[in-house]
């Protein structure tokens, strides 16, 4: 009962805090209701292996895509093929399979409703330099979600990194074309890029 009382602090501790930080959209109440350790053990799997999948997919589709256009062609790949992927993937599954970060390439990624306290959360533990793990929760109106830290890797400073040395300023002023606002730039290898997020139709 205890730790459930810290857990709902907590919660609602975050959720304020994501509303200062983030005007749109309005987030909505993140869930604390209960699930069997078992049930919660199973979506557990479940969205580590739908992510798993999801990553091998992206990263062999990506390396290819480098090897043949470099990486302003990857780029232009990305801009069009990391959504059918996602939404084959999600029909699969019978759920909604994201990726959001707190510092964007694209807007369409931005955390929505129950995403930004999960998202805030990620990022708290980042700074308390503890290992953000991936969690399940279940939302009020009964879904199951799974949220998963995404990390960056030394390829990805290709396009994530810093400009003018990761990222070649031609390459850039491509990826500055398609997104005018990217803000997905600066990152390390090993430092939290942003979440997977999947929510599970009920
Ligand atoms: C060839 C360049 C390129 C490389 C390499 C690359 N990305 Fe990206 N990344 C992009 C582009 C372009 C987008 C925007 C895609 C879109 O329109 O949704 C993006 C978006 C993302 C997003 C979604 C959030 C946002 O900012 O819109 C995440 C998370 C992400 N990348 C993580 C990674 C990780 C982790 C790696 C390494 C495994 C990686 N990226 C490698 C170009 C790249």
Redesign the pocket.
Known sequence: MRTLSILLVSFAVLFLLAQCTNNTPKPEPVTVQEMTPEAEQAYLEKGKAITAAAFAAM?AK?SA??ESGG?AG??E???LA??PLLDSLSKANNATIR???T????P??AAQGWEVAALAAFDQAKTLVREPKPRVRQLDDGSVVFVAP????P??T???GTVGTDIAAADYEV?KK??PNDA?TGYQPDEL??MWSIQFNR
């Open positions: 990263s990506l895509a480098m990486v990857a780029v790949y990305c801009n990391a959504y990726r959001t970060s510092k964007l390439r694209n369409k990624n995404i990390k960056l890797q390829l990805c290709k396009c994530h990826i398609l997104y997905a890029r942003g």
